[in-house]
C-alpha cells in the first residue's frame, strides 16, 4: 500500500517513523518520548508538564522568540502535549520543510535551556491551568477517578498536572536533570505523516537525533486496581459530574476488543441503552457516554455523565439498573452489530487523520516495539461474540467500581452510591 509505514531504527535505538499520505497537501511530524506522569514520583509528579511547558522557551541557540519565528516564518503550527504515558512536540507545515522542522524540533528536544526567568514566568501561567482544572467539574471527576482506580501509592494515580506545591518548588536545575535522565533514544519515536519524501526524513533524524544517549526503555509496574468513591464539593458548580467504571484490558491485551464492543453496545451513539434510557426518554442527563479505554499499562471501562442535583440519584440508579440489566440478559444481536460497526468505521476515519496514525505508530512502538497491522483491530472486532460481551458484564457485577463525584453533589448521593454498588 502507498501509505504503508516505514519504520527505521537508528544505531541508538531511536525509531524514525514515515507514514507516506501523498494526498495530502501539509506534512505532520511528531517528537514523542516516553516520559509522563506515570514515571514520576510523587515529590516530581507534574514535572513532565513543565518540561513541555518550557521546552520552547530557549536552547543553547535560540531564545524563545526565535524558536517562534523559525517555525512560523515557513506557515508551521507549533503544540505539545503531556501526558501519563508520554510527552511530544508537533509541528505542521509544508512538506518541503520537512527536514528543518526535524531540526527545529531536535533542538528543543536536546538542547533546552530553562532559562530561569522564563521558568518564574511559566509558573503563573500553570497557576492559571491549575485555576482552569480546579473550577471544572470534568477535569475533577476524572482526576478523582484516577485516584478511586489505582490510589495515589501508584503514579497511574497521579494527575497530569501535578501538585501546586511542586510546581512552587521546580528549579531550572530539577527541570534540565530530569530531561538528561527520561530523554533517551530507546524512549523516543520521531514520526512524520503526510507527503513525506521519506529518505529525506530519514537522514534529517539520523542527522539530528543520532548521537542521541542510547539509555533503555522506561518501564512501569501495572497499577493494581483498587476501586471506591471519591467526591468534591465545587461551590458555585450548577451540575453533578459523575463518573464510574472498571478495569478493562490495557492496550494489545487479550479481550481489548470485547470491552471495547461491550462499551460501544452500552453507551456509544443515540440509539444505545444508555443513551435511549437516560437522555432520551428519562431526560436526566445533557451528557452521557460509555468507552473503553486501553492505556500502555492498564484499561478502563467507564460510563461518565453530567447532571442537575436534583437528578443524580436518579441517574445513578438507572445506570445500575442498565449494568445489572446487561449481566442478566442475553446479548442484542442488533446493538452488537451496531457496536461493531460504530468502532470499525472509528478505527477506519483514524486511518485518514494523519495525527492519529502518528500517536498509534508511537504508542505500537513503546508498547510491543513493532507497528501493529490495521486490518488486526478491524478482524478481531468482528471476531467478538455475543458470550463474550455478556461475560464482560457479568465480571463487571461482580467487581469492585471506581466512583467520581464532581461539582454539586447532593448530600446523600455518595451514601447512595455506596450502598448500589456495594462499596460500603
Known sequence: MQDQPIVTTLPNGLRAVAIPMPWRSTVSLSVF???????????????????????????????CQQINLDAERLGAEVNAHTDKDHTAFHLEGLPQDLP?????????????????????????????????????????AFQ???????????????????????????????????????YSAANVVVAAAGAV?????????????????????????????????????MAGSGQCQIVIGYPSPALGE???????????????GMSSPLLDEIRERRGLAYHVGCSADAFPLCGQLLVEAATTPEQAEELI????????????????????????????????????????????????????GHLREAR?????????????????FVRMAAQRPAIALAGSVPGRLRERAEALFGLG
Not at 516520559?35 to 508538564?49: F, V
Not at 511542586?166 to 527520561?182: M, S
Request: charged letters at 25%; glycine letters at 8%; a negative charge.
Open 33 to 63: 518520548i516516553r516520559t509522563g506522569s506515570l514515571h514520576e514520583s510523587a515529590r516530581l509528579n507534574g514535572i513532565s508538564h513543565v518540561v513541555e511547558h518550557m521546552a520552547f522557551k530557549g536552547t543553547a541557540t535560540r531564545d
Open 144 to 182: 478523582l477517578f484516577d485516584r478511586a482506580c489505582y490510589g495515589l501509592n501508584h503514579p497511574a494515580g497521579q494527575p497530569v498536572i501535578g501538585k501546586r506545591a511542586n510546581l512552587k518548588r521546580f528549579t531550572r536545575e530539577d527541570l534540565l536533570a530530569y530531561v538528561q535522565r527520561q
Open 100 to 140: 528543518a522542522f526535524v531540526a527545529m524540533l531536535a533542538d528543543v528536544v536536546l538542547a533546552p535551556s530553562f532559562p530561569a526567568e522564563e521558568l518564574e514566568r511559566e509558573r503563573g501561567v500553570i497557576e492559571q491551568e491549575f485555576g482552569e482544572y480546579e473550577d471544572d467539574p470534568v477535569t475533577q
Open 197 to 233: 519524501d521519506v529518505p529525506a526524513f530519514t537522514q534529517a533524524v539520523e542527522e539530528a537525533f543520532g548521537a542521541m544517549p542510547a539509555g533503555s526503555p522506561h518501564e512501569v509496574a501495572p497499577p493494581d486496581w483498587q476501586g471506591g468513591l471519591k467526591q468534591r464539593r
Open 317 to 368: 440508579v438507572a445506570v445500575h439498573e442498565l449494568l445489572q440489566r446487561h449481566a442478566g440478559g442475553a446479548v442484542d444481536p442488533v446493538g452488537l452489530e451496531r457496536a461493531r460497526a460504530q468502532l470499525s468505521v472509528r478505527a477506519l476515519r483514524a486511518q485518514e487523520q494523519p495525527t492519529r496514525r502518528i500517536e498509534n505508530a508511537a504508542q505500537d512502538l513503546f508498547r510491543f
Open 254 to 268: 487479550p479481550g481489548q476488543a470485547t470491552y471495547a464492543v461491550a462499551a460501544a453496545l452500552l453507551g456509544e
Open 376 to 392: 488486526q483491530w478491524l478482524d478481531e472486532l468482528q471476531a467478538v461474540s455475543a458470550d463474550a460481551v455478556r461475560e464482560v
